[in-house]
């Protein structure tokens, strides 16, 4: 009975130190709450945001109209056998002066036409950058499961590590008994010395991800992420793929961008034939000529007999033909990514659901081993064994739980739910 109240010991001490050492950072991160940051604080982001801002600039200028133009020509006589009696160069008799003053002016339709088309840019501009946003949360996510995952496979070694190294305690003091051999004992310290190498790879592999996951977030201090499964919990919510599909042809940022991209297409169709019209510009003229006061009016205009814009229009028209192109190309590359994305995480919630037998199976084994081995009613290479099977489906239902988590995460970008989440 003390042996075994030390096996146990042994086994819950590492594990409470190692938890210490995980729980000690004071910036822990749910997955809810990592989205939510990083749609603050990310780099990228901030460096995206920045085009929405010069969109709308352009929605600003489209609005603007035409400045005036001062014109002024100056014509002095030159010689000065020209000039009349009693003058000088100076004189206002030998010189002639034109000021002109000119506006253009745009038709109504072409202006309105402007801001239409800046608008339309504008928008899709923010559609852009809700569609990087919905690439950075998958990454976001896709790094905070690695994090998890590392992290359950580090309690794991752990666990698994402390138990043997209690066990080589335990069995020094058998040897010295006489109770076991010598390559007892040796077999035991050996997969202790495994699980030595594999704690301090994984440990550093953690740490890495760990960082990687600080930068998508827009940490700058050191960071850690916490349990909460509520993020998960919400995934017994997706039951009908219809309701799937309908999401994601209303949420996707990708799908919206397309449709708004024909729409400014219309847009800029209407705009080019409008700038087949010629802007006229028109004015006034002040002209005194040798101190004789003219004055007159001006106005001029292309005349449209060659270029009547008629590349820009073809152009125009390729483009909207293009951008519907792109809406059904969009539209069922949605309809594959939802389909499949939804199809795995069907699967992947059934796996899941059969690990719950095998782990409760793999420990009750272990634990009827280990009595037995430190009664004497078996042999290392049983309990070795036992422990290794333990290990491999501790570590087969965590890598399925991260299969089920990851395949809920696709489920959320493909129909664009993501960017919900991070709000």
Do not use: H
């Not at 550093?204 to 201090?221: C, H, I, P, T, W």
């Not at 960071?223 to 039951?239: E, K, V």
């Amino acid at each position: 009975m003390n042996l075994i109240f030390t096996f146990k010991r042994y086994l819950l001490l590492p594990g409470l130190c190692f938890a210490f050492l995980i729980a000690r950072s004071q910036n822990k991160y749910t997955l809810e709450s990592a989205l939510k940051t990083a749609r603050v604080n990310n780099p990228v982001l901030k460096t995206e945001k920045f085009y929405s801002g010069m969109a709308q600039a352009d929605v600003t200028t489209a609005r603007l109209r035409p400045n005036l133009t001062l014109n002024n020509q100056s014509l002095q006589l030159a010689n000065s056998k020209y000039f009349p009696e009693n003058t000088t160069w100076n004189s206002g008799k030998n010189r002639q002066v034109w000021w002109q003053l000119t506006k253009s002016f745009q038709w109504p339709n072409q202006r309105q036409y402007k801001i239409d088309f800046a608008q339309s840019q504008y928008g899709i501009t923010e559609k852009n950058y809700a569609e990087t946003e919905r690439n950075l949360y998958l990454q976001v996510a896709s790094k905070w499961l690695d994090v998890w995952a590392t992290q359950m496979q580090l309690n794991l070694i752990q666990i698994a590590k402390s138990n043997v190294d209690s066990l080589a305690a335990i069995n020094k003091l058998r040897l010295k008994n006489q109770v076991i051999t010598q390559t007892d004992l040796m077999r035991t310290q050996l997969l202790a010395n495994q699980y030595e190498l594999q704690l301090k790879t994984t440990l550093q592999d953690y740490r890495n991800q760990l960082k990687e996951l600080s930068f998508l977030v827009g940490a700058k201090d050191s960071i850690d992420i916490g349990s909460s499964d509520d993020f998960f919990a919400r995934a017994d919510l997706i039951t009908n793929i219809d309701s799937v599909f309908a999401q994601a042809a209303k949420n996707r940022s990708d799908v919206q961008t397309a449709l708004s991209t024909v729409a400014l297409s219309d847009t800029n169709i209407k705009l080019q034939k409008s700038l087949a019209w010629p802007q006229p510009e028109l004015g006034v003229i002040v002209n005194p000529q040798n101190t004789v006061p003219y004055v007159g009016l001006f106005g001029t205009i292309d005349l449209p007999f060659f270029d009547r814009n008629q590349g820009e229009i073809q152009k125009s028209r390729v483009m909207k033909q293009q951008a519907e192109q792109s809406v059904q190309a969009i539209q069922y590359q949605v309809q594959v990514e939802v389909q499949t994305a939804y199809n795995s995480f069907k699967v992947q919630q059934q796996n899941l659901e059969k690990y719950v037998n095998l782990l409760q199976q793999a420990g009750f084994i272990l634990d009827n081993v280990r009595y037995a081995y430190l009664r004497g009613g078996t042999t290392i290479i049983d309990f070795l064994e036992a422990q290794r099977s333990w290990l491999e489906t501790q570590q087969q239902y965590y890598d399925t739980l991260q299969k089920y988590r990851q395949s809920y995460v696709q489920l959320l970008f493909a129909t664009g739910l993501i960017n919900q989440l991070a709000q």
